[in-house]
């Protein structure tokens, strides 16, 4: 088992920046694939941000692209979404999770997930 917990979250304005973090106990962080994934009031959970176990390489999701970035430190069993430039659409619970590859990250086809911190962006 691999338990999850966000932080971070909170209220900020268009415009600014927040970083979020997942802390991870429990199996070995660094065998996992992480990402990130978000659902704003009255929508699907979209995919946001993944990374590879190693940290290596990494994918998102267009509507972050170039204002988002998803980090990951193994020895502490942490990972992180650095957003800047936010937007009112941004609003959104986020959620980390942690699967087998970015593949099965990237689809949905996590093995864990965190509880969720709420990012609301005021306009």
Known sequence: QVQLVESGGGLVQAGGS????????????????????????GKE????????????????????????????????????????????EDTAVYYCGAGRSVYFVRTGELDYWGKGTLVTVSS
Not at 18 to 41: E, I, K, V
């Open 18 to 41: 927040l970083r979020l973090s997942c802390a991870a106990s429990g199996r070995t962080f660094s065998n996992y694939a992480m990402g990130w994934f978000r659902q704003a009031p």
């Open 45 to 88: 959970r979209e995919f946001v941000a993944a990374i590879t176990w190693g940290g290596g390489s990494t994918v998102y999701a267009d509507s972050v692209k170039g204002r988002a970035t998803i980090s990951r430190d193994n020895a502490k069993n942490t990972m992180y979404l650095q957003m800047n430039s936010l937007l009112p």
